[in-house]
């Protein structure tokens, strides 16, 4: 695209009186620079999410909704994800990360104002779905373009930015909510708009970054890939590198849906979908969304929930750095392992809690944040991590998009069925029901996943695809 590649050589420009190759600490900046704008994709997509949560007891009564109506309100912005995460991988060929992820932009962007000045149902839901094209499109792209951008030593680290970003936005969110509550029967309405500005944010810095190399030389922009691949390359040879992404294009034809499932992608493909379900069925948007609605059952106020609420979205925040830290040193694999562990034991000691009416000492508070935090620093990182780098390039923004797609749905059928699960089955045992999913994750990643620290893209490739 000629967009992309005019953005290409302003990049160019800052060191074009330098012979050969930046320097590491030059080269780290730009790719820092670029992944942490590809990332803010993840902040629009954890506040988009996570503003619902202080919302709910507002659009209930003002919608006047049963339980079946709210979890269609809370979830239906999870259609859109789907929607989007289905097509975003098709677009994100034809015209590329970047202008996929501006887009994106927009649509949060529309979709926060929407909603604050609906008036009725069907219109607030309307706003709720296109933001979720927005969040569905952005969580495939971000982690993609993070992954493309990144050398091999770094990728975990850079695209475990991204969830990062969600986290920062979640707490921003619940922030909002906090600061808007208290503003009468129109507080939701404040909540949502508030939404545009980090949308024009994102919107004005992906107007500064590139193309990624691997889509250039996909189009056939050989020049202007090999510009990006000389500030983001860890190798002593770019042309090798070139000829090694150049061959992995084999193909002169695009891949359909049918053929992800031929006997060569198969493996690799469903990998990716089951460990991309398995982070949403273990439980963690249920307690995003609803854990104001959580607390409140302990007996606490509606703002004492809002303040433990926040809580959470710090608890987040300082895990997902800690998986910052871990996942190029420690592994992926080890990492979902423990995560599911972790997360299995919390979720079981918060049912236990509510199965027997125990509620003192913030117990219940000890152990949500115990099960965040542990979803934080292992599932909620890795699993982005894990998805954007194991699929051979040929397929990987489709075979991604089918494994968001999957995620989105799963997401789905977990926030649409928890207000009807914990009214007929109570707390209790919808914790119980998410822990039983984290002792199949754990036995399904143990025999399945396969390690993919410090290998290059290509060198995955390889791992998966014999």
Known sequence: MNTSTKNTVAFEIDEATMPGKASTKSNMWFIMLVSGVAALGGLLFGFDTAIISGAIPYIKDYFVMDEYILGWSVSSILVGCAIGAMFAGYFADKYGRRLILIVCALLFAVSGIGAGISHQLFVFILFRLIGGLGVGAAAMVSPMYIAEMSPAKWRGRLVACYQMAIVIGILVAYFANYVFDGMGDNSWRWMFASQAAPSLLFFLLLLLVPETPRWLIM?????????????????????????????????????????LFIKTYRPVVLIGIIVAVFQQVTGINSIIYYAPVIFKETGISSSSSLLQTIAIGVVNIISTFIAIGLVDKVGRKKL??????????????????????????????????????????????????????????????????????????????????????TKHLGVAYTMFTYAVFCALAFVYMFYNVKETKSKSLEEIETLFIS
């Not at 983001?232 to 002169?252: D, G, P, R, Y």
């Open 336 to 421: 979902l392992l423990i995560g599911s562990v972790l997360m299995g034991v919390s979720l079981v000691a918060v049912g236990l809690c509510f199965r027997y009416s125990y509620f003192d000492h913030y117990i219940v508070l000890i152990f949500m944040l115990l099960y965040v935090a542990s979803f934080g620093a292992t599932m909620g990182a890795v699993v982005w991590v894990y998805i954007s780098e194991i699929f051979p390039n040929l397929i990987r923004s489709l075979a991604l998009s089918v494994a968001t797609l999957s995620l989105w749905l799963a997401d789905f059928a977990v926030t649409l069925s928890f207000p009807v699960m």
């Open 219 to 259: 189009k056939g922009k050989k020049a202007a890939a090999t510009a990006i691949l000389e500030k983001i390359s860890e190798t002593e040879s770019i042309e090798k590198e070139v000829a090694e992404i150049e061959n992995s294009f084999h193909a002169k034809h695009s891949v359909s849906i049918k053929q």
